[in-house]
């Protein structure tokens, strides 16, 4: 196994470019070029590259490659401060959640931890610009900026010179890889502009251009978020839209009644082992259950829906 040594001090983050407005197309040239190719309109292209806020950040091109180098720590959601906060959520959003959980199957614990540990329940949203956080990662497969983050790494990494090597091989990859991500959210926020009440140039969210109290990506968004309180519209900055959204979410990828299909709908939300396991810590610690013995399993919801289904079979 390589070894992990990079951690989020280590990263260092220069300042953001400014561009003004006519040089702001000729650097995302890139871009536009691959945003054309998937069919994206000249309008739209040049609508968010012009647009006041947007801006390139070399911030988004370093997290969204190499971030994966740092260990995630997930502890403190589910925290006593954190159990109690969505204890009180639970209780105030009670028939919300409960009808979430009747029509896609998922329980109401585990809607709530999942909103918690992404915006501890929309009261942590983000503050970058989403449309130039995917501008400025899908520059991450130029040379200039493979550059920069292998010797971003090189300064950084203290394992084998074998590990090395193989980390070099990986941001390669990755670079590629995150470039083409980059340009299917951005291809996806053209979509949003006709279907959501927020424009996606006002949008802002996380590092990773996740928005919402949910938190999803455009794709995400495209997919799976649904129009939750019957306004008509779907706005993840509405809580009924993020509750139903999330449900929804989970269960169009695989939430099922066995524990890992549960594992792999969550991991699915975030690829990260430790984002799963707090997410079902999380809705464990909130669950009303009986004292469970040792030779329990640590998921009440799983064994409360078998309960509820045996009669069924």
Not at 69 to 89: G, I, R
Not at 155 to 165: H, I, N, P, V, Y
Not at 281 to 310: C, M, V, W
Request: net charge negative.
């Amino acid at each position: 196994m390589m070894l992990m040594v990079m951690s989020s001090s280590d990263i260092s983050f220069s300042s953001d470019i400014k561009l003004n407005e006519s040089s702001k197309k000729e650097f995302f040239k890139p871009v536009v070029e691959k945003l054309t190719e998937r069919g994206v309109a000249t309008e739209f292209i040049d609508k968010i590259i012009e647009y006041e806020n947007t801006e390139f950040s070399d911030r988004f091109v370093k997290i969204n490659v190499t971030g994966y180098l740092n260990k995630a720590d997930y502890s403190s959601h589910y925290n006593k401060t954190s159990v109690n906060k969505t204890k009180q959520f639970l209780k105030s959003n009670i028939n919300l959640l409960e009808l979430a959980e009747i029509k896609y199957n998922v329980p109401k614990e585990v809607i709530a931890s999942v909103l918690w540990v992404e915006t501890r329940h929309g009261s942590y949203l983000g503050n970058s610009h989403v449309a130039s956080v995917y501008l400025s990662t899908a520059m991450c497969s130029e040379p200039q900026y493979i550059e920069m983050n292998i010797k971003n790494l090189h300064d950084k990494f203290k394992g084998s010179k074998d590990e090395l090597a193989q980390l070099e091989t990986r941001i390669y990859e990755r670079s590629e890889k995150k470039s083409n991500w980059a340009i299917d959210q951005l291809v996806a926020l053209e979509k949003i502009e006709k279907i959501s009440p927020v424009h996606p140039l006002d949008l802002k969210g996380s590092w990773a251009g996740a928005f919402g109290i949910s938190q999803f990506i455009p794709t995400s968004y495209v997919s799976w978020a649904v129009d939750g309180d019957g306004d008509g519209e779907i706005n993840l900055y509405h809580l009924p839209d993020a509750i139903f959204s999330v449900a929804n979410y989970l269960k169009s990828n695989g939430w099922g009644i066995s524990e890992e299909e549960m594992r792999a709908a969550v991991f699915h939300y975030n690829n990260s082992s430790a984002y799963v396991d707090a997410v079902l810590k999380l809705a464990d610690f909130i669950t009303d259950k009986p004292p469970q013995s040792e030779n329990q399993g640590s998921l009440p919801y799983l064994e409360r829906h078998d309960r509820a289904t045996a009669g069924n079979e």
